[in-house]
């Protein structure tokens, strides 16, 4: 006697079952795990490391070694990241060497001008890493100079660099304010250096003029 299947299952089908919760303490520690500096650059080493014998179980020592040099690197110390610097333009120097020699064995324009091309970037490379560490030795000095105007509330700030020297320009040389008070008290000199005259006979009663204020002409 065969036995009938219950309705509505297909055979060999499991049922569906709900996706069980992401646990979120877990899902928060690999996100912070994977914005971590020390570990994503330990993954690349191991992924490009393999001539060199880093393999999967060096991960855990290389983040540990990362992170004490991240904070030698707050701290202030740069050491390590000029030492760095100055390895990798040895090796682009090698890259530039090693395919200038490989363009000289060329027969064909179109090769020797691919692995010159190459080559030349490669310097150029080499040329930018020695400058970023002259720049970490010695970094540039910069001089500003700043000014505040405050114009009805609002302020405005403008900053510049500030001249080597500043030096008032020839024509701006502000000239002696003439004199202002009678010339014989200041300089003890008359301005009618005569002797005072008598009056005249077309107006006898017209007295001298004072030693002083004098009346002003008509």
């Known amino acids: 006697m065969a036995t009938k299947k219950p309705a509505g299952k297909a055979a060999g ?3 569906a079952r709900p996706a069980a919760a992401p646990d979120p303490e877990k899902a928060e520690a690999m996100a912070k795990m994977a914005m971590r500096p020390s570990v994503n ?3 690349v080493m191991v992924a490009y490391g393999k001539p060199l014998g880093i393999g999967e179980d060096d991960v855990a020592a290389l983040m540990d070694r990362l992170t004490d040099d991240m904070k030698d690197l707050w701290a202030g110390d740069m050491k390590r990241a000029e030492a760095m610097l100055f390895g990798q333009a040895h090796a682009l120097q090698a890259i530039f060497m090693n395919l200038a020699r490989r363009a000289t064995a060329q027969e064909y324009m ?3 001008e691919a692995y010159m091309r190459m080559a030349m970037k490669a ?3 080499c040329r930018m890493t020695l400058e970023t560490l002259a720049t970490i030795k010695n970094p540039p000095v910069v001089f ?3 000014a505040n105007i405050n114009n009805g509330g609002q302020q ?7 001249p080597a020297l500043e030096q008032a320009p020839a024509h701006a040389a502000n000239p002696k304010a003439a004199p202002t008070e009678l010339l014989e008290q200041q300089h003890g000199e008359w301005l ?8 005249g006979g077309t107006d006898p009663l017209m007295a001298p003029v004072g030693e002083v204020h004098r009346p002003a002409k008509r």
Request: hydrophobic content about 40%.
């Open 192 to 199: 009618d250096t005569g002797a005072t005259s008598a009056a």
């Open 123 to 125: 310097q150029s490379q």
């Open 13 to 15: 089908k499991m049922e």
């Open 41 to 43: 650059a330990a993954a």
């Open 156 to 162: 405005q700030v403008n900053n510049g660099a500030a």
């Open 110 to 112: 179109k090769n020797w």
């Open 144 to 146: 500003a100079r700043q």
